[in-house]
C-alpha cells in the first residue's frame, strides 16, 4: 500500500503518548499526522539548550527501570534501545546527609526476595518480618491510601520505601493511592533485580525518547507539524469531523480515527463531559554545572536533606524533589542553595554555590490519590473515533513514562480496530 492509499490518523500531541501512538499507528500502516501546540516535540520529557548553564539539559532527571517493558519496545523501534545508561545490577544507592551514613540495595535477580533474608543486605535497622508491608501494598484496594495501609514511620519507610513512593507517585506518599503503589510493587520489587534496573536517558530525554522517533516517522512519510494548537473539535452523529487549529480546519474523513494526546485540563476542555484529574503536584528539578568527583555513584538516594535524588552526569550533578508544591514560591537562589548543600554532603564537595538552575513544573503530573485516580478516563470515549492518550488517562499506573507509552500503545490499538471496523 502506498503513502496515499494508507488509511489516516490524527494525533495531536507530541508527548511521549502522542508519540507512542503514532509510532504504533505507523507501524500498523498508518498515515500519520501528528501536531502539538509547542514549538518543539517531547512534551514534559524535554531537552534544550540552558544559557545560564552552558550546556544541554533535560527539563526534569526522568528514571526508567529495566522492567519497564513498554519502554524498552517503543526504544527498540524507533532504534534507540542504546540510548539509556546505568548499572548491571539494580544497586540502589541512599545516604542519610544528617548523619553521613550512607548504604545500598540490591534485590535479588529473581522474584525469590533472597536479600530480604540477610541483615547485611536489608535497609539498615530493619527486620524481616517488616518487608510484609509489601505484600499489603500488592493487595490493597481501590479506596486504600498507603497510610491507610501500611505503617508510614520507622527505618524501612524512612530509608526506601517513603523516598521510592513518593518519586514513584509524584504524591505525598500517605496520602497517595495504595493500590498504584501496588502496581508499582507488583513490576519492579516483586519481580526481582532484573525488572529493577535503574536506566536514564543518555545523553539527554530528547535524544533517548524524542529525536530518534520523529526521525524514524518521517522515514514512514509521517507529517509532524510543531507550533500548532488545537482550539476545538467539530463532531457529528458522534464522530469527530475536523480539527479546528489556530491556523485552520483539518477535515478528518470518515474512518479517520483521532487520538488526543494532551494533558489532562486541555482534553478536557476540548471533549464535553470528560472526567479528568483535576489536582495536580509540581517537580522541582537543580542542575549544578559541576562535573562528578571520580567515581560518584550514577543515582543517589538522600535521606534527610531537601533534594530526594542526585543524578550525576558527565557535565552536571541534577537533583529532583517530588511532590514539591511546597517549594514553588521559594526564592530561587534560596533555593539553590539549600539544594547544593545536600550535594556538597553526598558527593564531599566544596559549599561553594557553582553554577545552577532551577526548574519547577508546576502540574507536572496528576495528584495520584484514590480519588484523583477515579477520574482517570479511558482511551475510549463516547465519539466512535476519538481516543484518548496521556499518563493521566486509566494506565493502571502513577504517571510515568512506561504509563505515558503504554496510554499510546492502547489508544494505537484502539484507533487501529475502529478504523478497520473491530471496535
Known amino acids: 500500500?502506498?503513502?496515499?492509499?494508507?488509511?489516516?490518523?490524527?494525533?495531536?500531541?507530541?508527548?511521549?503518548?502522542?508519540?507512542?501512538?503514532?509510532?504504533?499507528?505507523?507501524?500498523?500502516?498508518?498515515?500519520?499526522?501528528?501536531?502539538?501546540?509547542?514549538?518543539?516535540?517531547?512534551?514534559?520529557?524535554?531537552?534544550?539548550?540552558?544559557?545560564?548553564?552552558?550546556?544541554?539539559?533535560?527539563?526534569?532527571?526522568?528514571?526508567?527501570?529495566?522492567?519497564?517493558?513498554?519502554?524498552?519496545?517503543?526504544?527498540?523501534?524507533?532504534?534507540?534501545?542504546?540510548?539509556?545508561?546505568?548499572?548491571?545490577?539494580?544497586?540502589?544507592?541512599?545516604?542519610?546527609?544528617?548523619?553521613?551514613?550512607?548504604?545500598?540495595?540490591?534485590?535479588?535477580?529473581?522474584?525469590?526476595?533472597w536479600w530480604l533474608l540477610a541483615r547485611k543486605t536489608r535497609v539498615p535497622g530493619t527486620r524481616l518480618g517488616e518487608y510484609l508491608a509489601l505484600a499489603r501494598l500488592l493487595r490493597a484496594g481501590p479506596d486504600a491510601t498507603i497510610g491507610d495501609t501500611i505503617r508510614c514511620s520507622g527505618p524501612l519507610w524512612d530509608r526506601l520505601l517513603e523516598p521510592f513512593l513518593v518519586a514513584a507517585l509524584n504524591t505525598p506518599p500517605r496520602e497517595g493511592s495504595a493500590a498504584l503503589a501496588g502496581a508499582v510493587v507488583r513490576e519492579t520489587l516483586a519481580k526481582g533485580g532484573r525488572h529493577c534496573r535503574p536506566r536514564v536517558a543518555t545523553p539527554t530525554l530528547a535524544a533517548a525518547f524524542v529525536d530518534p522517533a520523529l526521525a524514524w516517522l518521517a522515514g514512514r512519510g509521517a507529517t509532524v507539524r510543531l507550533g500548532r494548537r488545537l482550539k476545538a473539535l467539530e463532531t457529528d452523529a458522534g464522530h469527530v469531523t475536523a480539527l479546528i487549529f489556530a491556523d485552520g480546519r483539518e477535515p478528518v474523513a470518515p474512518g479517520e480515527p483521532v487520538v488526543l494526546a494532551v494533558p489532562a485540563w486541555i482534553a478536557a476542555a476540548l471533549v464535553p463531559g470528560l472526567a479528568v484529574p483535576d489536582r495536580h503536584h509540581a517537580i522541582v528539578n537543580a542542575h549544578f554545572l559541576m562535573p562528578p568527583p571520580p567515581g560518584a555513584r550514577r543515582i543517589v538516594g538522600v535521606i534527610g536533606g531537601l533534594a530526594e535524588w542526585i543524578f550525576a552526569f558527565p557535565d552536571r550533578l541534577s537533583v529532583t524533589i517530588s511532590a514539591a508544591d511546597r517549594l514553588l514560591e521559594t526564592d530561587r537562589e534560596s533555593l539553590a542553595r539549600a539544594i547544593w548543600a545536600d550535594v556538597a554532603a553526598v558527593h564531599a564537595l566544596p559549599p561553594d554555590l557553582p553554577t545552577w538552575q532551577i526548574v519547577r513544573e508546576k502540574r507536572a503530573t496528576f495528584s495520584a490519590t484514590p480519588a484523583q485516580e477515579k477520574r482517570r478516563g479511558a482511551a475510549a470515549t463516547s465519539f466512535a473515533n476519538l481516543f484518548l492518550a496521556g499518563d493521566w488517562t486509566n494506565t493502571g499506573l502513577p504517571a510515568t513514562i512506561e504509563g505515558a507509552i503504554r496510554s499510546g500503545e492502547t489508544a494505537a490499538r484502539l484507533a487501529g480496530a475502529a478504523e478497520s471496523g473491530i471496535a
Open 1 to 113: 500500500m502506498s503513502a496515499a492509499e494508507a488509511p489516516r490518523a490524527h494525533i495531536v500531541g507530541a508527548g511521549l503518548a502522542g508519540l507512542s501512538a503514532a509510532v504504533a499507528l505507523a507501524k500498523a500502516g498508518h498515515a500519520v499526522q501528528l501536531s502539538d501546540a509547542a514549538a518543539q516535540a517531547g512534551g514534559r520529557c524535554r531537552s534544550y539548550h540552558d544559557p545560564q548553564l552552558g550546556v544541554e539539559i533535560d527539563n526534569g532527571n526522568h528514571l526508567v527501570l529495566s522492567g519497564n517493558r513498554a519502554v524498552m519496545a517503543y526504544l527498540a523501534t524507533i532504534g534507540a534501545e542504546d540510548r539509556l545508561d546505568g548499572p548491571d545490577d539494580a544497586r540502589l544507592d541512599f545516604q542519610d546527609v544528617r548523619s553521613g551514613e550512607s548504604w545500598s540495595i540490591t534485590p535479588s535477580a529473581g522474584p525469590i526476595p
